[in-house]
């Protein structure tokens, strides 16, 4: 089955096809992506507006792109998956709308897809992918979670943020740093020039009972630091603070995700979203995985931010799996800007 998957949930166009008669990496065909940034980073941040009329600048050029990757055509297609939601609601209206619009031109059935859901399952586009159960540490600009996934479509959430995610507050980070959006890879960059230590920064909720987050408070401590500083923050103290913002992010994920681990005798550790592209993230990771003998798996890094990829994966892994009934005739549609993930079921 040659599944078509799109994402437009806040500030990136991807689309892609994917076969489900084929397994892992080799069953994505194609895939192919714009990103806002370059747009948004005058604004310090997304605007929803302008997000919404780009996704519909270019989802149709996209697909002419992928399908002649894929040397097919739309008459090939047998089914269309696109995000639902979470996201920006006029974003996630262009996905679908044009996902049920080509639905109804081919007569083929379409499904909507949780966007956290298409992170979640997209390190089965890897090499080395993961089975059946593992945690899930779901860490992107809007979202901070802990899952444990048993099937496709059989999620428990463990734990989630209770204020700012952990992309937010890098983003926020950034500002207060003088770094351009996005501030995730900036503040990064940044932290692997500076020195640990300089600035202690809290690790909230670090030895909490449950598996929470809470990173408001963490941007609230660099923006107090910055003002005990001053106005001459040079750049020595500018990377040794985002070396110790990093670090305080990395320690609190990491420990929350071992725990996860401890608390479902599960051993393995699924990392997805943006932020799950993070190099110190990784690293602290890894060492912990040989250390505590679990195994850890990541998306390709092209994949850690919004695709058409991970989309068209879902849509594929549900059609293949749980067999919805799909309506193929009247093509109604709706998105959910705020969609709890374990309620996808």
Same mark, same amino acid.
Not at 286 to 300: G, L
């Given at each position: 089955?040659?599944?078509?998957?799109?994402?437009?949930?806040?500030? /990136?166009?991807?689309?892609?096809?994917?076969?489900?008669?084929?397994? $892992?990496?080799?069953?994505?065909?194609?895939?192919? =992506?714009? @990103?806002?940034?370059?747009?948004?980073? /005058?604004?310090?941040?997304?605007?929803? /507006?302008? *997000?919404?009329?780009?996704?519909?600048?270019?989802?149709? +050029?996209?697909?002419?792109?992928?399908?002649?990757?894929?040397?097919?055509?739309?008459?090939?297609?047998?089914?269309?998956?696109?995000?639902?939601? +979470? %996201?920006?609601?006029?974003?996630?209206?262009?996905?679908?709308?044009? *996902?049920?619009?080509?639905?109804?031109?081919?007569?083929?059935?379409?499904?909507?897809?949780?966007?956290?859901?298409?992170?979640?399952?997209?390190?089965? =586009? @890897?090499?080395? !992918? !993961?089975?059946?159960?593992?945690?899930?540490?779901? &860490?992107?600009?809007?979202?901070?979670?802990?899952?444990?996934?048993?099937? &496709?479509?059989?999620?428990?959430?463990?734990?989630?943020?209770?204020?700012?995610?952990? %992309?937010?507050?890098?983003?926020?980070?950034?500002?207060?740093?003088?770094? @351009?959006?996005?501030?995730?890879?900036?503040?990064?960059?940044?932290?692997?020039?500076?020195?640990?230590?300089?600035? !202690?920064?809290?690790?909230?909720?670090?030895?909490?009972?449950?598996?929470?987050?809470?990173?408001?408070?963490?941007?609230?401590?660099?923006?107090?630091?910055?003002?005990?500083? $001053?106005?001459?923050?040079?750049?020595?103290?500018?990377?040794?603070?985002?070396?110790?913002? &990093?670090?305080?992010? &990395?320690?609190?994920?990491?420990?929350? @995700?071992?725990?996860?681990?401890?608390?479902?005798?599960?051993?393995?550790?699924?990392?997805?979203? %943006?932020? %799950?592209?993070?190099?110190?993230?990784?690293?602290?990771?890894?060492?912990?995985?040989?250390?505590?003998?679990?195994?850890?798996?990541?998306?390709?890094?092209? =994949?850690?931010?919004?695709?058409? *990829?991970?989309?068209?994966?879902?849509?594929?892994?549900?059609?293949?799996?749980?067999?919805?009934?799909?309506?193929?005739?009247?093509?109604?549609?709706?998105?959910?800007?705020?969609? !709890?993930?374990?309620?996808?079921?």
């Amino acid at each position: 089955m040659l599944v078509l998957g799109l994402e437009t949930s806040c500030d /990136e166009t991807g689309l892609a096809l994917y076969d489900s008669d084929l397994t $892992g990496r080799t069953g994505l065909l194609a895939h192919a =992506l714009h @990103s806002q940034i370059a747009m948004h980073r /005058e604004y310090g941040g997304v605007v929803p /507006e302008l *997000a919404s009329r780009d996704h519909i600048r270019h989802i149709l +050029p996209l697909l002419t792109q992928v399908l002649n990757m894929a040397g097919k055509t739309k008459q090939d297609i047998n089914a269309i998956a696109y995000t639902q939601g +979470p %996201g920006l609601a006029g974003a996630l209206l262009t996905g679908a709308a044009f *996902a049920n619009a080509l639905g109804f031109a081919l007569r083929r059935p379409v499904l909507g897809i949780h966007h956290l859901e298409g992170h979640l399952l997209s390190p089965l =586009l @890897s090499d080395t !992918p !993961p089975a059946f159960p593992f945690i899930a540490l779901l &860490v992107s600009g809007g979202h901070t979670q802990l899952m444990h996934v048993t099937g &496709v479509g059989r999620y428990t959430l463990l734990g989630e943020t209770l204020d700012d995610a952990a %992309g937010e507050a890098f983003d926020k980070t950034a500002k207060l740093l003088g770094l @351009s959006y996005p501030g995730g890879p900036a503040v990064s960059a940044l932290a692997r020039l500076g020195q640990p230590g300089l600035y !202690p920064l809290p690790r909230p909720m670090l030895h909490t009972d449950n598996l929470d987050f809470s990173f408001s408070g963490l941007k609230t401590a660099v923006l107090t630091k910055v003002k005990m500083i $001053g106005a001459n923050l040079n750049d020595e103290q500018r990377a040794n603070l985002a070396r110790d913002f &990093v670090d305080a992010v &990395v320690d609190v994920l990491l420990a929350k @995700s071992l725990k996860a681990l401890r608390t479902t005798h599960t051993r393995q550790l699924v990392v997805a979203g %943006g932020v %799950g592209a993070n190099t110190q993230l990784r690293d602290a990771l890894n060492a912990a995985a040989q250390r505590h003998n679990y195994s850890v798996h990541y998306p390709d890094l092209e =994949l850690c931010t919004d695709n058409g *990829a991970m989309i068209a994966l879902a849509g594929a892994l549900r059609l293949k799996n749980m067999r919805p009934i799909l309506s193929d005739h009247h093509y109604a549609y709706s998105v959910k800007p705020r969609w !709890p993930l374990e309620m996808t079921e």
